[in-house]
């Protein structure tokens, strides 16, 4: 039987070999800690690494994505996604490259490129690298000057606008370039859409004359928007038909300042005299030589139409559908024109153009016409078939029937029904 000491020694010995068990459990745990945390190290690296060159794809992606391929400078993209946005304070213009198309038109699409990015060149050369320049549209260009002071925004505007005037197109050193700007200014609550808007119409305003600034700061006298919106827009008609210039100024109503050309010459000279417009003189010519070979090859055996636009055109059929649908309607020529959106005059005019006749005398061939039919198809009272024809006295109804068939409409039942009576 063990000794009470032996059975000390036992428990004493036993717990020493624990002990050591634990320690070497400890130092197993700390020396795979250590290898888990260089593993981690190892992986993190390389993962660190493929992190950065996602982030600096993705920056190159959104550079390129919000880039326009002529300019170089921001595209529409990045005025809907970012600059949208963004808010105040910041001066806002849009700029429009007047007679883009002209441009197009003359000398082809490459000088017209070369076109923008002169005028996009021109631009940032007058601008921070902190302010924002975006192609926002074909030749229209957004420009966002942050912070930029109101009393300064005009000023600003106009060294970018006599740039442009001075700038060369490379190739086309002949051509040069105009710009109608409108600006204003984006506070803390205005949102942005609200403010290129409100630019987008004092760039409309500038066109009117070409070659302008129209600026709107609040709290700023707007004499000079006054005074612009007091001129009207210039219009010129070129016809050789009298009839037809006389029409599209009708048309154009009071809205506009019209001037008229009976051919090409008068017309160029009158550019020359009323238009601020730059061009090249020998376009001018060409055009002038182009409109003699067309005039001395077309004028003998071509005959002369009046002009009538899509418009006209569409609104004055609706106009006829109306009639031919309501022949039972009593409506006066001035309020189918008014329902109508045309004047009496063009009414009358287009109306005869398309039918051959005036709109009273279709309008009462198509009333008797439909009256035939309904005498000889049905057996409505002749009261009956006048007020669907737009009679209310069936007197006025016989009358009207018997001058334009020169038969009584009861004349014309017994024929076809001999025992309706």
Not at 45 to 64: L, N, S
Request: charged share 25%; with cysteine.
């Amino acid at each position: 039987m063990n000794t009470l000491s032996e059975i000390e020694e036992y428990y004493k010995a036993r717990e020493q070999q624990l002990l050591k068990k634990l320690h070497r459990q400890e130092a197993a745990l700390a020396a795979a800690e250590q290898t888990l945390k260089r593993l981690t190290e190892n992986q993190k690296a390389p993962m660190d690494e493929t992190t950065e060159q996602r982030t600096a794809q993705e920056q190159a992606f959104k550079e390129k994505l919000y880039r326009d391929p002529l300019t170089g400078i921001y595209n529409r993209r990045y005025y809907e996604e970012v600059v949208r946005k963004s808010i105040g304070p910041a001066g806002i213009a849009l700029m429009d490259v007047d007679d883009f198309k002209i441009c197009n038109d003359t000398y082809g699409h490459y000088a017209g490129d070369m076109a923008l990015k002169t005028v996009a060149n021109t631009i940032q050369s007058c601008i921070r690298e902190s302010d924002l320049l975006i192609r926002y549209g074909g030749d229209e260009f957004l420009l966002v000057l942050s912070g930029i002071p109101g009393d300064f925004l005009q000023t600003k505007l106009e060294q970018i606008r006599t740039a442009a005037q001075m700038a060369s197109v490379p190739g086309y050193s002949h051509f040069r370039i105009s710009l109608s700007i409108g600006g204003t200014i984006q506070s803390l609550a205005d949102p942005m859409e609200n403010i290129v808007r409100r630019a987008d119409w004092l760039m409309y305003q500038a066109k009117c004359r070409k070659n302008a600034v129209m600026v709107e700061v609040p709290g700023h006298g707007l004499a000079a928007l006054e005074k612009l919106l007091q001129n009207k827009s210039q219009i010129l008609l070129v016809d050789d038909s009298a009839m037809n210039r006389m029409m599209l100024r009708e048309i154009l109503g009071d809205s506009y300042h019209v001037l008229e050309a009976e051919n090409g010459q008068q017309a160029i000279e009158m550019i020359e005299k009323n238009s601020g417009i730059m061009y090249d003189p020998r376009v001018a010519s060409a055009a002038r030589a182009h409109w003699d070979t067309l005039i001395s090859r077309y004028a003998a055996d071509t005959p002369r139409t009046p002009y009538f636009d899509r418009l006209m055109l569409e609104r004055t059929r609706q106009a006829h559908d109306y009639l031919v649908a309501h022949q039972d309607s009593r409506i006066t020529l001035a309020e189918l024109a008014a329902k109508f959106h045309l004047s009496q005059s063009s009414l009358k005019l287009c109306f005869k153009a398309l039918y051959g006749v005036p709109v009273a005398g279709y309008l009462r061939t198509v009333r008797m016409d439909t009256a035939t039919r309904l005498l000889q198809e049905s057996d409505l009272p002749v009261a009956e078939i006048a007020h669907r024809v737009g009679y209310e006295d069936p007197s006025r109804f016989s009358a009207a029937f018997r001058r334009h068939t020169g038969r009584r409409p009861t004349e014309l039942r017994r024929v076809a029904c001999p025992c309706a009576e």
